[in-house]
Antibody, heavy 121, light 107 residues
């Protein structure tokens, strides 16, 4: 069974960098899947942040592209999120997910359990 | 591009409810549907033309027409009360988009 687990600080200061890691078990990070980050501000909907393929190819949300970097560590079967210059608006539950794709569709399966990150001084 | 969902819908136990998702990208890509219960991570319940992951009841079905995807819950149960989010790639194929979510209340 595939399992994803987010880890990282739960509190980040304004203007600082939010850094999270997603550890994958039950599947290889170099399998034919994309690996993605999604966030959910308190009481709001899901917002896609970005995705990475094991080759290093990435796609980012246009509104976050200037601040976000997603990377992969094949040796540790992990992928990571860095979000720079954070503000209170970046406070959210952050989810990682395996993104399975075909030519005509894609779906997140599974999702990690999520981790709450609060931006506050 | 965007995906548009109705904010909320209600259904009586045992009845059928349909949740729609509209967007230009759905003319090119099938949607996937994610169920999220309070305090929990989302779980995919349907994807593609009409596929269910193992363990998802067959009362969850998906359909598509033009720019609209529909998730149908046939014979809704109390445990189906949740937020439902549709998702697909955008028209460029390079980004993901989520609908705003539909809160399903089972009466």
């Amino acid at each position: 069974q595939v399992h994803l687990q987010e880890s990282g600080p739960g509190l980040v200061k304004p203007s600082g960098t939010l850094s999270l890691t997603c550890t994958v078990s039950g599947d290889s990070i170099i399998s034919n899947n994309w690996w993605s980050w999604v966030r959910q501000p308190p009481g709001k909907g899901l917002e896609w942040i970005g995705e990475i393929y094991h080759s290093g190819s990435t796609n980012y949300h246009p509104s976050l592209e200037s601040r976000v970097t997603i990377s992969v560590d094949k040796s540790k079967n992990q992928f990571s999120l860095n979000l720079m210059s954070v503000t209170a608006a970046d406070t959210a539950v952050y989810y990682c997910g395996r993104l399975k794709t075909t030519v005509t569709t894609n779906w997140f399966d599974p999702w990690g359990q999520g981790t709450l990150v609060i931006v506050s001084s | 591009s965007e995906l548009t969902q109705d904010p909320a819908v209600s259904v009586a136990v045992g009845q059928t409810v349909r949740i729609t998702c509209e967007g230009d990208s759905l003319r090119r890509y099938y949607a996937s549907w994610n169920q999220q219960k309070p305090g929990q991570a989302p779980v995919v319940v349907n994807y593609g033309k009409n596929n269910r992951p193992s363990g998802i009841p067959d009362r969850f079905s998906g359909s598509n027409s033009g720019n609209t995807a529909t998730l149908t819950i046939s014979g809704a149960q109390a445990e189906d009360e949740a937020d439902y989010y549709c998702n697909s790639r955008d028209s460029s194929g390079n980004h993901q988009v989520f609908g705003g979510g539909t809160k399903v209340t089972v009466l």
